[in-house]
């Protein structure tokens, strides 16, 4: 079939077709004040998709650590297990999710601190704070209570790749005086257990640079 | 059954007519295979790889579901929407899936396989058509990446249409009279296609132009009296442009006002930028012909992968290539006695020259897409590769059959590349994550949000709604008003960052400063979710 004959054959109706699907429907969509479509749209939940679960609020409930623990310190405080993505990038940042449970009302106010450990025991990384982002004292925690405290430990981009330890720990603001560590666990200093895994420090990633059309 | 005797066959069409019909063959039989080749790769890549091809499902899903009828892109009203209605065909025909989606580009991309078989054929004889159609089959990365994504407006639908054009333009130069009544409807044909071809993407523009000035070129002595065949050529654009006319003039002829924003020197973050500054011209030389020609995957210059993952002796043989084909080019058109008529490879380098030139206009300052934008430079290197061989090479077989073989060595390690990375972003695990946690409102990162809303079939709905969720983005990703006013009505909204971006660490110091709490989920090793706010979150900017 010639070349001109194939596309007279192919478009007229292509362009024929889009034009009628186009004009059935009767009125140009809607803009928005940014000058978006928006077509027939209906807005409610049950357009997209199978019907919407009704908010059960699910994600609120603290699901089961990944590596679970019974580290128990003074004042009644558990740590029961903790989060960790083991491999990391330097220049980003690792997520440390513990799951603190208290026996009992604690009797003070303790900040948690999250130390990362080079083969020498010197500090390289650290997050320090009050559990949850400072939105969760202990003063205020009931018993039998699970906690899911998350902190972020920045990880400078000249850190050398490789496996560090990592210890964790509670302690008074004023005094700077640890909780006591009741459980037998390898430790480095006082009070501090070490977590079971390792983080795996691995080199840095490019950043990407995304963008559109 | 009646047969021909070897006398008959004087009656067959003879000439190019006959090698004509003949090209046609091979060329077919080389596109079906790829796009079989195609379709398994695309049901391999999943799911949807970026939030441009996700928008083309989603939209097509409204086109389908909600009786939505776009005339563009969302949020890019210059780009046209016929793309996402025949996806909305296939949804119908074979249900809501990443491999659906890619049907359509994969349609497109057969018939450019197709033309630049027939078009090889026409430049440099039937051994080059066979050639173009397989290095076309099997593209440079920018080919194989932007053709076979479904990108709603570009890529696959850019190349066919373009290439249509050139097939067009040969065709109606080709006519050793005056144009009359036997060539309306193919002049009708160009009319609709140009046309219809600006709609879906103005970059198309660049074949048009080589197309006009190779007609010109060929046909200037006849001018005057082909004018009225123009004139109905000229009455068909309209017509193709038909939904972007329509659009336009209800809506103040925004298209346009994109294109002189664009032209107009305020594109660039920087401000205006002059015609060619120093910056421009190594963006282009250093990562826009390097990705269009082939020695580098556009992809990998936006991630920044280093150079030792293109294959280093290739590279720079691929640039010497075709900077020898252009030379050659050059020399043969100043050698000819007729050097005032075209000649159908002119066709291809001026494409090529008109796809650089084009730059020269443009607001886009270093910090903007170019890669993409030399796709129409990148689809006509088969049909170059194959002249300048056949040109050079023709008698040494071994010699061309290499020369052939080391283009396609480069192009399939770039397509083994893509398909053994497999996507972006392990966008189902996240929904079936989500959906665990009940968490069906989301406010993501744009390469992450829209894939989000096809892979989960919009049973969760995420945008980019929010202010700067997507730290890195250089504009504004919100393309879908609907989601966004889904999301401020949502009473639980989640927060997706990549793990690897800045953003996620930036969220949890302003939440802290807010005092907000949270929890925080490591999510298939390339998410944070962060989800169960004590307070609204909405307000914390990032």
Same mark, same amino acid.
Request: charged share 15%.
């Given at each position: 079939?010639?070349?001109?004959?194939?596309?007279?054959?192919?478009?007229?109706?292509? &362009?024929?077709?889009?034009?009628?699907?186009?004009?059935?429907?009767?009125?140009?969509?809607?803009?928005?004040?940014?000058?978006?479509?928006?077509?027939?749209?209906?807005?409610?939940?049950?357009?997209?998709?199978?019907?919407?679960?009704?908010?059960?609020?699910?994600?609120?409930?603290?699901?089961?650590?990944?590596?679970?623990?019974?580290?128990?310190?003074?004042?009644? !405080? +558990?740590?029961?297990?903790?989060?960790? &993505?083991?491999?990391?990038?330097?220049?980003?940042?690792?997520?440390?999710?513990?799951?603190?449970?208290?026996?009992?009302?604690?009797?003070?106010?303790?900040?948690?601190?999250?130390?990362?450990?080079?083969?020498?025991?010197?500090?390289?990384?650290?997050?320090?704070?009050?559990?949850?982002?400072?939105?969760?004292?202990?003063?205020?925690?009931?018993?039998?209570?699970?906690?899911?405290?998350?902190?972020? !430990?920045?990880?400078?981009?000249? +850190?050398?790749?490789?496996?560090?330890?990592?210890?964790?720990?509670?302690?008074?603001?004023?005094?700077?005086? =640890?909780?006591?560590?009741?459980?037998?666990?390898?430790?480095?200093?006082?009070?501090?257990?070490?977590?079971?895994? #390792?983080?795996?420090?691995?080199?840095?990633?490019?950043?990407?640079?995304?963008?559109?059309? | 059954?009646?047969?021909?005797?070897?006398?008959?066959?004087?009656?067959?069409?003879?000439?190019?007519?006959?090698?004509?019909?003949?090209?046609?063959?091979?060329?077919?039989?080389?596109?079906?295979?790829?796009?079989?080749?195609?379709?398994?790769?695309?049901?391999?890549?999943?799911?949807?790889?970026?939030?441009?091809?996700?928008?083309?499902?989603?939209?097509?899903?409204?086109?389908?579901?909600?009786?939505?009828?776009?005339?563009?892109?969302?949020?890019?009203?210059?780009?046209?929407?016929?793309?996402?209605?025949?996806?909305?065909?296939?949804?119908?025909?074979?249900?809501?899936?990443?491999?659906?989606?890619?049907?359509?580009?994969?349609?497109?991309?057969?018939?450019?396989?197709?033309?630049?078989?027939?078009?090889?054929?026409?430049?440099?004889?039937?051994?080059?058509?066979?050639?173009?159609?397989?290095?076309?089959?099997?593209?440079?990365?920018?080919?194989?990446?932007?053709?076979?994504?479904?990108?709603?407006?570009?890529?696959?639908?850019?190349?066919?249409?373009?290439?249509?054009?050139?097939?067009?333009?040969?065709?109606?130069?080709?006519?050793?009279?005056?144009?009359?009544?036997?060539?309306?409807?193919?002049? /009708?044909?160009?009319?609709?296609?140009?046309?219809?071809?600006?709609?879906?993407?103005?970059?198309?523009?660049?074949?048009?132009?080589?197309?006009?000035?190779?007609?010109?070129? =060929?046909?200037?002595?006849?001018?005057?009296?082909?004018? #009225?065949?123009?004139?109905?050529?000229?009455?068909?654009?309209?017509?193709?442009?038909?939904?972007?006319?329509?659009?336009?003039?209800?809506?103040?002829?925004?298209?346009?006002?994109?294109?002189?924003?664009?032209?107009?020197?305020?594109?660039?973050?920087?401000?205006?930028?002059?015609?060619?500054?120093?910056?421009?011209?190594?963006?282009?030389?250093? @990562?826009?012909?390097?990705?269009?020609?082939? $020695?580098?995957?556009?992809?990998?210059?936006?991630?920044?992968?280093?150079?030792?993952?293109?294959?280093?002796?290739?590279?720079?043989?691929?640039?010497?290539?075709?900077?020898?084909? +252009?030379?050659?080019?050059?020399?043969?058109?100043?050698?000819?006695?007729?050097?005032?008529?075209?000649?159908?490879?002119?066709?291809?380098?001026?494409?090529?020259?008109?796809?650089?030139?084009?730059?020269?206009?443009?607001?886009?300052?270093? @910090?903007?897409?170019?890669?993409?934008?030399? /796709?129409?430079?990148?689809?006509?290197?088969?049909?170059?590769?194959?002249?300048?061989?056949?040109?050079?090479?023709?008698?040494?077989?071994?010699?061309?059959?290499?020369?052939?073989?080391?283009?396609?060595?480069?192009?399939?390690?770039?397509? $083994?590349?893509?398909?053994?990375?497999? &996507?972006?972003?392990?966008?189902?695990?996240? $929904?079936?994550?989500? @959906?665990?946690?009940?968490?069906?409102?989301?406010?993501?990162?744009?390469?992450?949000?829209?894939?989000?809303?096809?892979?989960?079939?919009?049973?969760?709905?995420?945008?980019?709604?929010?202010?700067?969720?997507?730290? *890195?983005?250089?504009?504004?990703?919100?393309?879908?008003?609907?989601?966004?006013?889904?999301? @401020?009505?949502?009473?639980?909204?989640?927060?997706?960052?990549?793990?690897?971006?800045?953003?996620?660490?930036?969220?949890?110091?302003?939440?802290?400063?807010?005092? !907000?709490?949270?929890?925080? *989920?490591?999510?298939?090793?390339?998410?944070?979710?962060?989800?169960?706010?004590?307070?609204?979150?909405?307000?914390?900017? !990032?």
């Amino acid at each position: 079939m010639h070349l001109a004959a194939l596309l007279w054959r192919l478009f007229l109706p292509l &362009t024929a077709i889009f034009g009628l699907l186009v004009s059935l429907p009767g009125p140009l969509p809607a803009l928005n004040a940014a000058g978006v479509p928006l077509g027939q749209v209906i807005l409610s939940s049950s357009r997209f998709g199978q019907p919407l679960p009704k908010a059960p609020a699910l994600s609120c409930v603290a699901p089961k650590p990944q590596r679970a623990l019974s580290v128990q310190f003074d004042d009644a !405080i +558990l740590l029961a297990g903790y989060d960790l &993505t083991i491999a990391t990038p330097v220049g980003s940042f690792a997520v440390l999710n513990l799951y603190w449970q208290a026996g009992a009302p604690p009797s003070a106010d303790y900040k948690v601190f999250v130390h990362v450990l080079d083969a020498e025991r010197k500090v390289i990384a650290q997050d320090d704070g009050y559990p949850v982002n400072g939105a969760s004292h202990t003063l205020g925690w009931q018993a039998g209570q699970v906690v899911r405290d998350a902190h972020f !430990i920045d990880l400078e981009p000249d +850190l050398a790749p490789g496996s560090y330890q990592i210890e964790v720990g509670l302690y008074q603001e004023g005094s700077g005086k =640890r909780l006591g560590l009741l459980t037998e666990m390898p430790t480095v200093s006082p009070d501090a257990p070490l977590l079971p895994d #390792p983080i795996q420090l691995l080199p840095p990633v490019a950043r990407p640079k995304w963008t559109s059309h | 059954m009646t047969t021909l005797s070897r006398a008959d066959t004087s009656a067959l069409p003879s000439g190019p007519a006959r090698i004509a019909s003949a090209n046609w063959r091979a060329p077919l039989f080389i596109a079906a295979c790829a796009l079989l080749v195609r379709l398994l790769a695309d049901v391999v890549v999943d799911p949807v790889a970026s939030g441009d091809e996700a928008i083309t499902g989603l939209m097509a899903r409204h086109i389908l579901l909600f009786g939505e009828r776009p005339y563009f892109y969302y949020g890019q009203d210059y780009l046209g929407s016929f793309e996402s209605y025949v996806t909305a065909g296939f949804f119908a025909l074979f249900g809501f899936s990443t491999a659906v989606l890619r049907l359509t580009p994969l349609l497109f991309f057969s018939g450019y396989v197709l033309l630049n078989g027939w078009l090889g054929g026409r430049l440099a004889g039937p051994r080059a058509g066979v050639a173009a159609a397989v290095l076309a089959a099997l593209g440079t990365p920018l080919i194989q990446y932007q053709a076979h994504m479904a990108f709603g407006g570009s890529g696959a639908e850019l190349l066919f249409l373009g290439t249509a054009q050139l097939a067009l333009a040969l065709r109606l130069a080709d006519r050793e009279r005056r144009l009359d009544r036997r060539d309306y409807p193919l002049l /009708l044909a160009c009319g609709v296609v140009i046309g219809f071809s600006l709609w879906i993407h103005f970059l198309v523009a660049v074949y048009t132009l080589a197309a006009a000035l190779y007609v010109a070129g =060929r046909r200037w002595r006849r001018l005057i009296g082909d004018l #009225p065949a123009y004139a109905l050529g000229a009455l068909g654009l309209p017509l193709g442009f038909a939904p972007a006319l329509l659009w336009n003039a209800q809506n103040g002829w925004r298209s346009f006002a994109f294109l002189s924003f664009i032209l107009g020197g305020s594109g660039s973050a920087a401000g205006g930028e002059p015609l060619l500054t120093s910056a421009k011209l190594a963006i282009i030389m250093g @990562e826009g012909l390097v990705a269009a020609l082939g $020695a580098r995957n556009d992809w990998d210059l936006w991630l920044a992968v280093p150079w030792e993952t293109a294959l280093p002796l290739l590279s720079g043989a691929l640039v010497f290539f075709y900077a020898l084909a +252009l030379g050659v080019w050059l020399a043969s058109r100043l050698r000819q006695a007729a050097w005032r008529r075209s000649q159908p490879a002119d066709l291809v380098a001026l494409v090529a020259v008109l796809n650089l030139l084009a730059f020269l206009p443009l607001s886009f300052g270093p @910090e903007g897409p170019i890669v993409r934008y030399l /796709l129409p430079l990148s689809g006509v290197l088969p049909l170059a590769a194959v002249w300048f061989l056949e040109k050079t090479l023709a008698r040494r077989r071994w010699l061309y059959g290499l020369g052939i073989g080391l283009l396609l060595l480069n192009n399939g390690y770039f397509a $083994a590349a893509s398909l053994t990375s497999g &996507t972006l972003y392990p966008t189902r695990a996240l $929904a079936s994550w989500l @959906e665990s946690a009940g968490l069906t409102r989301v406010y993501a990162g744009y390469w992450i949000a829209y894939p989000l809303d096809f892979a989960s079939q919009e049973r969760i709905i995420a945008s980019p709604a929010h202010t700067r969720v997507d730290v *890195d983005a250089l504009i504004d990703m919100d393309r879908y008003q609907a989601y966004t006013e889904l999301l @401020e009505n949502a009473q639980d909204p989640a927060f997706v960052f990549d793990r690897r971006l800045a953003a996620g660490r930036i969220f949890a110091q302003r939440l802290a400063g807010h005092g !907000i709490a949270y929890q925080v *989920d490591v999510v298939a090793d390339r998410f944070l979710v962060f989800h169960c706010f004590s307070a609204n979150p909405r307000g914390v900017a !990032i």
